[in-house]
T-cell receptor, first 112, second 115 residues
Framework: NAGVTQTPKFRVLKTGQSMTLLCAQD?????MYWYRQDPGMGLRLIHY???????AKGEVPDGYNVSRLKKQNFLLGLESAAPSQTSVYFC???????????FGEGSRLTVL | AQSVSQHNHHVILSEAASLELGCNYS??????LFWYVQYPGQHLQLLLK??????LVKGIKGFEAEFIKSKFSFNLRKPSVQWSDTAEYFC?????????????FGTGTQLKVEL
């Protein structure tokens, strides 16, 4: 039972570099989400997807892009990393709009 | 836009003390409510949820929460905490209709239980 898997789990980037975080879920869920978690700010929604081929902006989308080419995968991209993007990133999925979220284990990103 | 407020940012309790963590939300329509817990170094896990029906909801590990619609509140309670309850607790709200695709989280309450 893999559930929601995020890769990589840790990454250090230099300012201006690009990278992609991969989220994969094996529960056939329609809805997928990317959150960032920062001390004292809780979880803030970056982007989300309500189905394959669709994406939408959350609270803090600037500096990020996403793609949902396959139902089971949701990619989060940083085109030009900035120190303000140092954070822990969590992917989550759920089967229905009202259901509970299932979270991945997080990806810790440091931008120097 | 919906918002979620958790008024207690840090709580320190002794084992066996009772716990109540506050959660208020801003949306006036029908909502789905959740409490998640994050143990140190781990991902978020669901403690309990409310969709409809009995406003007193029981979750895992002896936690419960009460939905009070008139107060827009969904406070988390536990009669007697244990050291292993040390974690960060997040309240979350999802709209039942309209913009219900998103789950909005509060800023979290860090609970430390001392022996």
């Amino acid at each position: 039972n893999a559930g929601v898997t995020q890769t990589p789990k840790f990454r250090v980037l230099k300012t201006g570099q690009s990278m992609t975080l991969l989220c994969a879920q094996d529960m056939n869920h329609e809805y997928m989400y990317w959150y960032r978690q920062d001390p004292g700010m809780g979880l803030r929604l970056i982007h989300y997807s309500v189905g394959e081929g669709t994406t939408a902006k959350g609270e803090v989308p600037d500096g990020y892009n996403v793609s949902r080419l396959k139902k089971q995968n949701f990619l989060l991209g940083l085109e030009s990393a900035a120190p303000s993007q140092t954070s822990v990133y969590f992917c989550a999925s759920r089967s229905t709009r009202a259901g509970e979220l299932f979270f991945g284990e997080g990806s810790r990103l440091t931008v120097l | 836009a919906q918002s979620v407020s958790q008024h207690n940012h840090h709580v320190i309790l002794s084992e066996a003390a009772s716990l109540e963590l506050g959660c208020n939300y801003s949306y006036g329509g029908t909502v789905n409510l959740f409490w998640y817990v994050q143990y140190p170094g781990q991902h978020l896990q669901l403690l309990l949820k409310y969709f409809s029906g009995d406003p007193l909801v029981k979750g895992i590990k002896g936690f419960e929460a009460e939905f009070i619609k008139s107060k827009f509140s969904f406070n988390l309670r536990k009669p007697s905490v244990q050291w292993s309850d040390t974690a960060e607790y997040f309240c979350a709200v999802s709209l039942f209709t309209g913009g219900g695709n998103k789950l909005t989280f509060g800023t979290g309450t860090q609970l430390k239980v001392e022996l």
